[in-house]
């Protein structure tokens, strides 16, 4: 901290010698310093802290720990946990979840208004989709469902299945229903005020496919109902129905329950007892025919 009054006092006409003496180091240090005044270590600091700054802004959930999982196995840095855990704690990297007694998770600010309006009825495919994640545990952990729902046919248009909650848990939910249904422009994606929904990626994913984000109040029962039917349905059909030893074999049971059974079996009297399947491909064809 000192050697850069050194080169100050330097240049009022104070010798580097007596600054030295007086400052108690040797003249070779300061040399040294000035040739390479950013150590090796300050460098790496500097790095690790951007990164860090990255995946928090993507997951704002994520505390030290899920920092530093993600530093090393998505961004290629070599860093220890305690060596994260120290710059986060500098930086004021924390995660948005309050741990307090008798609390849960604090809804952050929107990004979106509110294009809804607890609506959500649709005239046509492709106009409103609700995306929503729910979780179920384990031997292993739990396993996280991202679902987004079409509003006019109630098809599970896309849907992502993850241990971890991330901001990756949402876009790739929102990739599959981009490319499933064509790349619509226009749709209005509804969620929540979660961080996921809230992401960099993921509202940047919004922009660049011209689809409209849209959020609803903070706790919100008429919000959260939307999707109520669909989670419902698959907590006593799928979640419920045993104890689930691996992750991965829960995955491919929601998986064939929503393509095989809610897709193509379940018929459902708000869609005039039919399956969405059905529903759309009636739809499809009477639209065409116009």
Same mark, same amino acid.
């Given at each position: ?19 030295? +003496? ?28 951007? =990164? ?44 948005? @979840? ?19 309006? +607890? ?11 609700? !995306? ?10 739990? !396993? ?11 098809? @599970? ?15 790739? =939910? ?6 499933? +249904?064509?790349?619509? =422009?226009?749709?209005? !994606? ?73 897709? +193509? ?23 065409? =025919?116009?």
């Amino acid at each position: 901290m000192m050697y850069p009054l050194v080169g100050e006092l330097a240049g009022e006409g104070i010798p580097v010698t007596v600054t030295c +003496r007086v400052l108690g180091f040797s003249t070779q240090a300061y040399h040294a310093w000035r040739k390479d005044p950013v150590c090796r270590r300050d460098w790496d600091d500097a790095h690790l802290i951007n =990164a860090a700054y990255d995946v928090h802004a993507d997951d704002p959930e994520f505390g030290y720990r899920l920092i530093a999982d993600e530093l090393v196995h998505e961004k290629g840095l070599t860093a220890s946990e305690n060596r994260v855990q120290r710059l986060c704690a500098l930086q004021g990297i924390v995660s948005v @979840i309050v741990k307090k007694r008798g609390s849960g998770k604090k809804a952050g600010p929107a990004v979106h208004d509110d294009l809804v309006n +607890r609506d959500f009825t649709a005239d046509a495919p492709d106009v409103l989709w609700l !995306v929503d994640i729910t979780e179920h545990w384990t031997a292993e952990g739990k !396993v996280y469902l991202c679902a987004i729902k079409d509003c006019h046919s109630n098809r @599970i248009v896309g849907y992502s299945i993850d241990s971890r909650m991330k901001a990756s848990l949402a876009v790739n =939910a929102l990739r599959m229903a981009i490319i499933l +249904r064509g790349r619509p =422009a226009g749709t209005i !994606v509804h969620s929540d005020r979660g961080s996921q929904f809230r992401s960099k990626k993921f509202t940047r994913m919004l922009a660049n496919n011209n689809l409209r984000g849209s959020m609803g109040r903070v706790s919100s029962a008429g919000d959260n109902a939307a999707m109520e039917s669909f989670f419902s349905l698959l907590q006593k059909n799928v979640l419920n129905r045993k104890q689930w030893t691996t992750r991965e074999e829960l995955r491919l049971a929601i998986v064939h329950w929503i393509e095989r059974t809610y897709h +193509r079996r379940r018929r459902q009297r708000a869609l005039g007892k039919l399956t969405p399947i059905e529903f759309e491909t009636i739809h499809h064809t009477v639209a065409k =025919a116009a």
